[in-house]
C-alpha cells in the first residue's frame, strides 16, 4: 500500500511538473492582451478628449484628466515582465524615465529621443512588444 502511495505522489508531482509553466505561459499571454486592451483604451480616450476640447490634448495631469472626466473609468495597469504592474502614466523626463514600467504619454510636442508626438501613449519598457510584452 505504501508503494501505491508513493507512485501515486509521484505521478501526480510530474503532472504538476509538466503543467505550471503552461500556466505560467497562459498567465503571461494574459497579462499581454491586458496590457494591449489597455493601451487601445487609453489611446482611445486621448482621441476622444482630443476631438471635445478643440485640438487640445491632455495635460501633464492625463490620468485625472480623463478620469474625472469620464472618459475612462480608470487607468488601467500595465503587466511587464521584470516590473511591477503599475498605472502611473508617466509624463516627465522621458528621455531618462525609459523603462520604469507603466505608462509613458508624451505632453509637449518638442523634439526628444522618444520619437514620440504630443497627445501619444505607450509602454515605458525599452524592450518593446517581443509577442507577450
Given at each position: ?99 520604469v514600467g507603466g505608462w509613458a504619454y508624451k ?22 512588444d517581443r509577442g507577450n510584452l
Amino acid at each position: 500500500m505504501t508503494l501505491e502511495i508513493l507512485l501515486a505522489i509521484l505521478v501526480i508531482a510530474i503532472t504538476l511538473f509538466l503543467s505550471v509553466p503552461k500556466f505560467s505561459n497562459i498567465l503571461r499571454k494574459s497579462e499581454a492582451i491586458a496590457t494591449k486592451k489597455g493601451l487601445a483604451s487609453l489611446r482611445s480616450a486621448i482621441s476622444l478628449y482630443y476631438s471635445d476640447n478643440g485640438g487640445k490634448y491632455p495635460d501633464a495631469n492625463i490620468a485625472k484628466e480623463l478620469v474625472e472626466k469620464g472618459y475612462i473609468r480608470e487607468i488601467p495597469y500595465v503587466y511587464i515582465p521584470g516590473h511591477k504592474k503599475s498605472n502611473i502614466i508617466h509624463v516627465k523626463d522621458l528621455e531618462n524615465n525609459v523603462d520604469v514600467g507603466g505608462w509613458a504619454y508624451k505632453v509637449d510636442d518638442f523634439n526628444d529621443s522618444t520619437g514620440k508626438h504630443q497627445g501619444q501613449i505607450w509602454v515605458n519598457c525599452s524592450y518593446g512588444d517581443r509577442g507577450n510584452l
